[in-house]
């Protein structure tokens, strides 16, 4: 092959790998941006936004699970099969971790495609399955049982998560300037997280929480005239923990009671459940609860098998020709 022959063969070989373009050479003079710049950069700008347990939280998941893998990667090359790669070398993790790394991870790439303002990306990663485990909830009367065999505070602390729904943290985070007793309602204003004071979990958790008799009178009994503190704390005046309120109190107290182990989480479901198996208006308890729709609400709602049964029956007679009520009635009487 002559100079010339190799020079235009050469020519060919180029074209076709598509890189003898000006826009090639500009990408190629240009720096890639690796998901570890950006993710430095979203974590001194817009971590410090965020919720307080995020603030902690998301950190060690990027730097544990994501990092590794994309740190050194271009954005502008990662695609769905990529992706797929990753959650297949993740396998050892539990099934919502991944799902919340991805989420982690599609949240910083996104943050700065805004900065940059260009639109989101878009993958179709094949995510692992949750399983299908209903929450554990407890029963009005599994919250009486809890309540009743409970001492000191933590017999008003149960109470009120199993009669107003409020997080762990809100309850622990309560101060006495906090209640209105004179009007039956808390106002809702801030969250503890692993000992942290901080804002609530979301917009909708700063909210007023209306309390029935009982409950106030209690709280009256349980502050005993203060006016000024935290309404539940430790014996060094720190702000209880809600890891250590489900080890060393709930989780036991279940177990004594020979019911199903719960977390404080559970009195939540469970005030939201019941809520919605009486029939009060939908934006009520949503507003009670701190949600911000009633699809989220809907998550936290379970009914008893009894009351699935009634709701049955009382379809039953809502739907059918009334000559079938007596048949039903002739069936009974037989």
Known sequence: MTKPEARRKLLEIIEAEGVNTPQHLEKALKRAVT?????????????????????HIIPARLRLHVRPFFGEMSIEEIRTGIVNDWILTAKKLEPKTVINCWKDFRSVVNWHRRQMDKPKVTWYPDLPELPNVEQRWFTP????????????????????????????????ALRVEDLKLEHGVIEVTRSVWNGIEGPTKTKAGRRVVYLDSVTVTMLRGHLDGRKTGRVFESRSG?????????????????????????????????????????????????SQIGHSSLKITSIY???????????????????QPANLYSVANDSKAS
């Open 35 to 55: 998901f570890d710049t950006i993710a430095d950069e979203w974590e001194a700008k817009r971590l410090p936004m965020l919720h307080t347990s995020s603030r």
């Open 141 to 172: 009367t599994e919250v009486r049982s809890i309540v009743d065999a409970a001492t000191g505070k933590y017999k008003v602390l149960f109470h009120l998560a199993g009669h107003t729904g409020m997080r762990c943290g809100e309850l622990c």
């Open 238 to 286: 720190r702000p209880l923990l809600s890891q250590d309120i489900n080890r060393k109190f709930l989780k036991p107290l279940c177990e004594r009671l020979g019911i199903p182990v719960g977390t404080m989480h559970a009195f939540r479901h469970g005030r939201a459940s019941q809520m919605q198996a009486t029939g009060l208006p939908g934006d009520f308890v949503t």
């Open 301 to 319: 709602t379970h009914f008893e098998h009894e009351k699935k049964r009634a709701l049955a029956e009382q379809l039953l007679f809502c739907t």
